[in-house]
């Protein structure tokens, strides 16, 4: 739940479904300095959840943004490029049982990783970009998307550029993995660029995407500390570690609905 503050919203909350006999097992709240307020209520037993919702509706003021959603596991279709780590990372998680998700099908703009993707029996489409054009290359993998109708697309080191009208089709959906300490090094080859600068952390970013290239709310970061004997290419290395971890913490946020998207923030509870 989200909206302006007002007094007694969690009283008002943990009544009603007390009246219909639910458990609580956590509950999370924040309000902004500009008084805008959050909340994130975990509880179990029976309910018909239209009912429900109807109820903390009418009980609740106007202007505030109710989701009652159910544990269950989120269908995600997963693209990459080249780069194995990220998406091995997923897979593995998926084989055990630790992702939160179903991976539905990944999708390739080369064909690279299509046996790995298959030896966890998960569907591989190849959609090349080469000689197509942006629109044409993206509206090839639309038509996939759309086939599968996945609640999240995962970018695990797809390395093209998103058309503003295909970030459109899923908005506040797309979670993409950034080599990079974002709002630092945006763009192509931040490795590089953290070398010439001769920074002293690098760092990896899981963020929503949206139309603006690698500004969209950030979800999870994390740094390691690096010094003027690593090169390039040893910073890279480094990093690889670190994206993995990062990507794969910020999908356990995002798989169990702790994140709210707060304009161009989040606000994790």
């Known amino acids: 739940m989200d909206g302006p503050d007002h007094k007694g ?9 007390y009246e219909y006999h639910q458990n609580i097992i956590r509950n999370d709240e924040y309000v902004s300095p500009s008084g805008y307020f959050f909340m994130r209520t975990e509880f179990e037993g029976i309910i018909d959840p239209e009912i429900v919702l109807n109820a903390l509706k009418e009980s609740l003021p106007k202007g505030l943004r109710l989701r009652l959603k159910s544990d269950k596991k989120k269908d995600i279709v997963v693209m990459v490029t080249r780069e194995h780590y990220c998406v091995a990372e997923l897979l593995v998680r998926y084989a055990f049982d630790e992702l939160g998700a179903n991976i539905k099908a990944v999708i390739g703009n080369y064909n690279t990783l299509r046996s790995l993707v298959e030896k ?3 569907p591989y489409y190849h959609v090349s970009h080469e000689g197509l054009t942006r629109e044409q290359h993206e509206e090839k993998i639309l038509s996939i998307l759309l086939r599968y109708q996945p609640e999240f697309v995962v970018l ?16 506040e959906k797309i979670v ?15 490795y590089r660029q953290a070398y010439d600068r ?3 952390i690098i760092g990896a970013t899981a ?9 969209g709310p950030i979800i999870a970061q994390d740094v390691k500390r690096v010094s003027h004997r690593h090169s390039a290419t040893e910073m890279a290395k480094l990093g690889r570690d670190i994206e993995k971890s990062v990507l794969s913490e910020a999908l356990k946020l995002v798989f169990s ?9 989040t606000i994790i509870l």
């Open 120 to 122: 966890f029996n998960i």
């Open 156 to 171: 695990a080191k797809y390395m093209r550029i998103l058309s503003p009208e295909f970030v459109r089709h899923f908005p």
């Open 198 to 200: 001769g920074v002293k």
């Open 207 to 215: 963020h929503f995407v949206n139309e603006n290239l690698d500004e």
């Open 257 to 265: 609905d702790r994140v709210f998207i707060s304009g161009n923030r």
């Open 176 to 190: 993409n993995i950034h080599h990079s300490f974002l709002p630092a090094f945006i763009g192509a080859n931040p």
């Open 9 to 17: 919203l969690i009283f008002t909350v943990t009544k009603v479904l």
